[in-house]
């Protein structure tokens, strides 16, 4: 069994098959910017609240179970969670631990956010 957290690098953010979701919210993807060609979607609102049905509608709209999905956020820590509840719904998900200021703090250049 795989683990559910990996430590993402810019080898296998490229050269992977893996569908990176990016689960910040808009400010802060702005802010940052986001890893070349992931996907935004966001799980926690503003708030706090989250959509949890709507989440899985879109990740099933990227491909689903059958498709490897990498979460991402500022540290993993949002992404832990997401990823375990995802992981018991049958999908096929990594966290990807550290989150886009462990990538930053390596030279990983992020893309700006367009929206």
């Not at 957290?5 to 080898?11: F, H, K, S």
């Not at 989440?55 to 709209?61: H, P, Q, R, Y």
């Not at 956020?73 to 049958?90: E, I, N, P």
């Amino acid at each position: 069994m795989s683990s559910l957290n990996v430590y993402p690098d810019q080898a296998m953010l490229e050269n992977s098959e893996m569908v990176v979701v990016d689960i910040r919210t808009e400010p802060e993807w702005r802010q940052t910017g986001i890893v070349p060609g992931s996907k935004t979607i966001t799980f926690f609102k503003m708030d706090g609240s989250y959509d949890a049905e709507g989440f899985l509608k879109a990740m099933d709209e990227l491909g689903g179970k059958e498709k490897e999905i990498g979460l991402i956020c500022r540290t993993g820590s949002r992404t832990s969670q997401v990823a375990m509840f995802m992981k018991q719904q049958g999908y096929n998900v990594k966290n990807l631990a550290g989150g886009v200021m462990k990538l930053m703090s390596e030279g990983y250049e992020l893309s700006p956010y367009k929206g």
